[in-house]
C-alpha cells in the first residue's frame, strides 16, 4: 500500500508569492494534519481536517490555510510569503474519528524555501 | 499549555552501546505518546506509540515507557548500530484529540 504522498517535494518562491502544497493520505484514512517544521525545531501543528471539516487550527496567521476534498486529499496554501515560511511542512494521516490512538503516518514533506 | 522537552539535544555513542533517550512533558491529559525517526530532509517514520493506560511498548530493539504521572517518557535502543544514526523526536497527542505536539528532538551519531 502507498503511505502518504506530498507533492512537490521542493519548491522555491518569492517573497509575496502564494504556493499551495498537496497531500494525499493512506488508502482509508480520513485525517490529514498539516505540520511546518523549521531546521533544527520539532514540527508544528498548523491544521487536522477529518471529513473535509477543519477540527483544529494551530497557531499561524491567516495567511494559511487548507481543505480537505471528498476522496480525503488535501491542500494547505500560504499566502503573501515571508521569508521565515521557509521551512519543511509536513503531511500526516490517521483513520480519525474516535480512533486517537492510531499512530500518525507522514509523508517525505515539501521542502518551500522563500527568497 | 503542553509543552515537550527532550534531553539531550544531541548524543554520540560507540556502536554496540546502549542508550537512553528522554523525554518529558508538562501536561498528564494526553491520549498516547508516540515516537518517530527522522532522518535528514526526510519525514517521520512512527516507531512506537504508548497509550496513556499502557506503561511500555516493545519494538525489536527499541523500548519506549509511559511514567504519565510524572510527565516522562523513555526511548531505550539496545545494541546500537551506525544506521540507528537520525533524529528521534516524541510527540503527545493532547485530549482534545486533532493536536500532537512535538519535541525539538534528540540527534543521535553511533560511531562504527
Known amino acids: 500500500d502507498a503511505g502518504v504522498t506530498q507533492s512537490p517535494t521542493h519548491l522555491i518562491k518569492t517573497r509575496g508569492q502564494q504556493v499551495t502544497l498537496r497531500c494525499s493520505p493512506i488508502?482509508?484514512?480520513?485525517?490529514v494534519s498539516w505540520y511546518q517544521q523549521v531546521l533544527g525545531q520539532g514540527p508544528q501543528f498548523i491544521f487536522q481536517?477529518?471529513?473535509?471539516?477543519?477540527?483544529g487550527r494551530g497557531n499561524f496567521p491567516d495567511r494559511f490555510s487548507a481543505r480537505q476534498f471528498p476522496n480525503y486529499s488535501s491542500e494547505l496554501n500560504v499566502n503573501a510569503l515571508l521569508l521565515g515560511d521557509s521551512a519543511l511542512y509536513l503531511c500526516?494521516?490517521?483513520?480519525?474519528?474516535?480512533?486517537?490512538?492510531?499512530?500518525?503516518?507522514f509523508g517525505n514533506g515539501t521542502r518551500l524555501t522563500v527568497t | 499549555k503542553q509543552e515537550v522537552t527532550q534531553i539531550p539535544a544531541a548524543l554520540s555513542v560507540p556502536e554496540g552501546e546502549n542508550l537512553v533517550l528522554n523525554c518529558s512533558f508538562t501536561?498528564?491529559?494526553?491520549?498516547?505518546l508516540q515516537w518517530f525517526r527522522q532522518d535528514p530532509g526526510k519525514g517521520l517514520t512512527s516507531l512506537l506509540l504508548?497509550?496513556?493506560?499502557?506503561r511500555e511498548q516493545t519494538s525489536g530493539r527499541l523500548n519506549a515507557s509511559l511514567d504519565k504521572s510524572s510527565g516522562r517518557s523513555t526511548l531505550y535502543i539496545a545494541a546500537s548500530q551506525p544506521g540507528d544514526s537520525a533524529t528521534y523526536l516524541c510527540?503527545?497527542?493532547?485530549?482534545?484529540?486533532?493536536?500532537?505536539?512535538f519535541g525539538a528532538g534528540t540527534r543521535l551519531f553511533v560511531k562504527a
Open positions: 510527540a503527545v497527542r493532547d485530549t482534545g484529540g486533532f493536536k500532537t505536539i
Open positions: 501536561d498528564s491529559a494526553i491520549y498516547n
Open positions: 488508502s482509508g484514512h480520513k485525517s
Open positions: 500526516a494521516s490517521s483513520p480519525g474519528g474516535s480512533n486517537y490512538n492510531s499512530p500518525l503516518h
Open positions: 504508548i497509550q496513556s493506560s499502557q
Open positions: 481536517y477529518y471529513e473535509k471539516e477543519e477540527r
